[in-house]
């Protein structure tokens, strides 16, 4: 199931996850006293980067399987982070910028234009393939691991991961909320469910805190991974996950959690990560590995 000679090296996709942790540790130290858990911060980024290289080091199954899913928990504990950092380095608010654009756009506010098609069963649905974002991003590396297709499996960890953390820069760089908040008061009526709406979506609302993470839209963005890389590997789920991913591309705007800009800033980015992850995954694995 592992093999030792393949072990004791760093894959692509533990490079990113430390790249990402160094780089953001610079920016804990930069705005230090602006961060009151800066030295936790630095303490959990230093646990985490000893984790992967011990487990780097050592051959065993705890570390083989560690090393495959540990991902999975880094990018989502690197997610809640920005909660911290982002409010903490961010200079201005990028929700105004965002909504002149799409206003430039399309001569109007797409969330607000949107009631026109507002009902409680399409917002029921668009809510229920908006809240399964994760397990749709994550169920193919389920598959890939139950057939033991590790290669692909190890690319696709790759490619998640550093789709996941570049939306995350993008979340430094261009700090938004998002329409629900900056527009509140254009809306005409408020959004309606059928019978799941409000729990779903005030367990989102918990989960992500005060979170600035408009731009890009990665919903958009690693959906889009998710949806080439089935009809790569498991052409039998292709038009799914079209439908799939069509719909929460929709959902982000219908639901008023993106800007437009924000959803083709996602889908730019998936594009340009699809072009350039196989090279770059290539680079990072190394001579003879």
């Given at each position: 199931m592992y093999a030792g000679s393949a072990q004791r090296v760093l894959w692509p996709v533990d490079k990113v996850v430390l790249t990402f942790l160094a780089g953001a540790s610079v920016v804990i130290v930069a705005w230090w006293r602006a961060l009151p858990y800066a030295p936790a911060l630095i303490g959990l980024h230093l646990a985490g980067a000893s984790l992967v290289l011990f487990a780097a080091a050592h051959n065993n199954r705890a570390t083989w399987i560690f090393r495959n899913w540990y991902p999975v928990f880094y990018v989502a504990a690197c997610y809640k982070e920005m909660d911290l950092l982002v409010p903490a380095v961010r200079s201005w608010d990028a929700d105004q910028?965002?909504?002149?654009?799409?206003?430039?756009?399309?001569?109007?506010?797409?969330?607000?234009?949107l009631e026109r098609i507002q009902s409680p069963a399409l917002s029921e649905y668009l809510q229920v393939v908006y809240t399964l974002f994760v397990p749709a991003v994550l169920f193919p590396a389920f598959l890939l691991w139950q057939r033991r297709r590790y290669t692909e499996f190890h690319y696709f960890a790759f490619l998640i991961a550093l789709g996941y953390l570049v939306s995350y820069v993008g979340y430094m760089l261009v700090p938004a909320r998002g329409p629900r908040f900056l527009l509140r008061d254009l809306q005409h009526q408020p959004l309606e469910g059928l019978w799941l709406f409000h729990?779903?979506?005030?367990?989102?609302?918990?989960?992500?805190?005060?979170?600035y993470d408009c731009f890009p839209s990665g919903h958009t963005e690693l959906t889009i991974l998710a949806c080439c890389s089935v009809c790569k590997w498991f052409r039998p789920l292709s038009w799914p996950y079209f439908t799939y991913t069509s719909s929460i591309i929709f959902a982000t705007v219908y639901l008023r959690y993106h800007y437009t800009v924000d959803v083709l800033a996602g889908a730019a980015v998936a594009v340009v990560l699809l072009v350039a992850a196989p090279s770059l995954y290539r680079r990072l694995n190394g001579k003879g590995a």
């Open positions: 910028w965002l909504a002149g654009l799409d206003y430039s756009l399309w001569h109007a506010n797409p969330t607000v234009w729990a779903m979506q005030g367990g989102l609302d918990r989960l992500e805190s005060i979170a």
